[in-house]
């Protein structure tokens, strides 16, 4: 069975700081190497939000205007999972942020993504 877990999510103030985890396992996991990774978010009334992409080897990196200089997204492929580390949050940060992987996708387009995490909530108080 395919599986992405993503962790780290929490409360933080304004101006803090978290990392996002995203592990594969399963199927996900054997395949993690050849598979386009993504980062979106989702806070209710509000479409889905492409957040920051990832290409398979790791070098080519997408980021949303939002979050740029200030995000910054990574993978270790031998340990099978993704990061998102996140800097300066604010609070129209706030969200419930999943990851997703495939192969042949459209990076900002969270239609093209195959596989899907659970989400986990970020939450920045102001």
């Known amino acids: 069975q395919a599986q992405l877990v993503e962790s780290g999510g929490g409360l933080v103030q304004a101006g803090g700081s978290l990392r996002l985890s995203c592990a594969a396992s399963?199927?996900?996991?054997?395949?993690?190497?050849?598979?386009?990774m993504g980062w979106f978010r989702h806070t209710p009334g509000k479409a889905r939000e492409f957040v920051a992409s990832?290409?398979?080897?790791?070098?080519?990196?997408n980021l949303a205007d939002s979050v740029k200089g200030r995000f910054t997204i990574s993978r270790d492929n031998a340990g099978k999972t993704m990061y998102l580390q996140m800097n300066s949050l604010n609070p129209e940060d706030t969200a419930v942020y999943y990851c997703?992987?495939?192969?042949?996708?459209?990076?900002?387009?969270?239609?093209?993504?195959?596989?899907w995490g659970q989400g986990t909530q970020v939450t920045v108080s102001s």
């Open positions: 399963g199927r996900t996991a054997s395949s993690f190497s050849t598979y386009t």
């Open positions: 990832i290409s398979a080897s790791g070098s080519n990196k």
């Open positions: 997703a992987a495939g192969n042949s996708v459209i990076p900002d387009q969270a239609l093209t993504y195959n596989y």
